[in-house]
């Protein structure tokens, strides 16, 4: 309740122009920026076009498709499966099937499981192991940064709507409410998974594997967190397979839920501190030095430079590279650009 | 070298004020604007102040103290060592001395090494190892993000002034190049670190545990990256000593040597999309799109505004909530503030 004078702007933002109360209309220079370009518009000018070096890389890694992780994961775990496969004789430990084996192994290294009942017996695969396990490593945190997310963020949607389905509210709403809670329902997404996995995995150690509730539970809890003791794991051909599933997702969504646990945290913190930021009192000091051009006069761009410089979110060198390129526009030394300033600057 | 353009004002901003060129006094206004606050300021005014909750909490996490987070560590490994030294006879494995034993188990525990050379024996024990690795992880998580960077900040300094010792350069210009290279220097602490707790770990295992070298070195990978399958672990009393110290640090600096690659990785994505922002070239309808408060001109604020959210540094919703509380305090709508409006607005 108390952080309402904070979301609320944020959810009349993303209103459809329709939508607008005659309120809003009145405030002409807040609507007025909604031409202003956003990060996210720049690749449809440039997207899918390799000879522009600079803004193609640019732009796939910002938005790093699900496609490409789950390619990186594929080629990881057959190559994996394979070389373990050819060098079955030199693991030891408790096998079932050949191939099973190999990707079992594969996943219980590269989650850092490492429950010990498959271990490897030369030093060839001992030094395959590690080599595997780092690499492992930095593919789940490539998983857990970008391709969860992204899933997580298309199922949300459909888990608000299905939960408000008898409120009787619009699309629309449910998506301007997604969106000011974004964190708290991937959190609740994760959290919900997570719950699903555990019950499943006591379920199945206990109905396949025949162990009871309490060691069932202690394996499960073994294998998210990636500890894996190795007094329990999964023996059976039928819990190698369910286990190869099991692990991978079971390890990615508790790393997931830490991630977002972390990110809500700091997303309280950074509201926290735009609120006390914009409830202070504004002093003649700060006027002062909100007074970018030295004009005397404090227009709205300085004000709204110098607070989100006081909320952290922008820097000193953030203001002094762009002054620079507006230094360099402003041919004509006025302190304001034209056409003719940018027309003249940019052809020499 | 192709970054040069972008550095190179990030080196001089941080200059001191008796080091400025007679280039830079001309560019008052981007001198001009050092004057405005920086979030990090801020604390000055309300540190330690506990009926101010606001910005106490806040600040207190945005700097997080070591101290707090080493106490944390001290309880956590306290209460144990001392609850797995009570529940020893239910546990089962290799033991050496109770109360070694216990702190060593408490410690393969929470960093998730879960190497099996130690494993509970019974339904209560097992219960205490679960609710151990997930208070474990979370800690482990803290330290990783933010003791562990705190840590390594103090360190890079003295690191880069020992390397430059020959080169005869002021400490002044060694901080300013730290600074501007921050977490590239961060990463190569972390790596040098790591490789100095790779040989030392697997110099230990050889000459204490009496392993061979490859099996020391597997054993070292198999514990860093939490993996432990627990073929090879510390078995003497002399190795669990070591291994105390030695596991959790070397847990820590990879997961530290993950977070900084990812770190440097973003960052290198936000210095090209800041140049390729910067680079291109300024168009008429930039122009009108830039121009926040529809005057006909562009100033120099105003052209800040529109390039940091092309280079997606703030958001609209950010530039909305400060323009709301702009209009809040322009009570006469002049598009300006003035001290009248300021102290007419706050007073009531």
Not at 111 to 124: A, I, K, M, Q
Not at 175 to 202: D, P, Q, S
């Amino acid at each position: 309740m108390a952080n309402n004078g904070v979301k609320e702007p944020l959810l009349w933002v993303s209103l459809d122009a329709t939508q607008k109360t005659e309120q809003q209309l009145n405030k002409r220079s807040l609507l007025r920026f909604r031409s202003a370009p956003h990060a996210e518009i720049v690749p449809t000018e440039t997207n899918g076009n390799e000879s522009i070096p600079h803004s193609a890389s640019i732009f796939q890694n910002l938005h790093p498709s699900f496609k490409r992780v789950a390619i990186y994961l594929a080629v990881y775990l057959g190559v994996g499966a394979l070389i373990f496969y050819l060098v079955r004789n030199q693991i030891k430990g408790q096998k079932t099937d050949g191939i099973l084996d190999a990707l079992y192994f594969t996943i219980v290294t590269m989650t850092t499981v490492g429950y010990g009942d498959l271990v490897p017996n030369s030093h060839l695969t001992k030094l395959l192991a590690c080599a595997f396990v780092f690499s492992g490593m930095a593919l789940i945190g490539l998983i857990v940064s970008k391709a969860a997310d992204y899933l997580v963020e298309k199922q949300e949607i459909l888990l608000v709507k299905a939960m408000r389905m008898h409120q009787k509210v619009g699309s629309t709403e449910i998506l301007r409410e997604v969106e000011t809670n974004k964190t708290r329902y991937k959190l609740f997404i994760v959290f919900f998974l997570l719950f699903i996995l555990i019950i499943a995995g006591t379920i199945f150690l206990v109905t396949v594997e025949k162990l009871d509730v309490i060691d069932a539970f202690y394996c499960v809890c073994s294998t998210i967190t990636t500890l894996g003791y190795g007094d329990q794991s999964f023996s059976t051909q039928a819990g190698r397979i369910f286990a190869v599933f099991w692990i991978l997702t079971g390890t990615i969504t508790l790393a997931q839920l830490f991630l977002y646990i972390a990110e809500l945290n700091t997303e309280i913190r950074q509201k926290e501190l735009v609120k006390w930021v914009l409830t202070r009192k504004v002093t003649n000091s700060d006027l002062e030095a909100a007074d970018l051009d030295v004009d005397g006069t404090v227009r709205a761009a300085e004000f709204v430079i110098y607070k989100l410089k006081e909320m952290g979110k922008i820097s000193q060198e953030d203001i002094s590279l762009v002054m620079q390129e507006f230094e360099q526009l402003d041919v004509d030394d006025s302190g304001t650009l034209s056409t003719s300033d940018i027309t003249l600057a940019q052809s020499s």
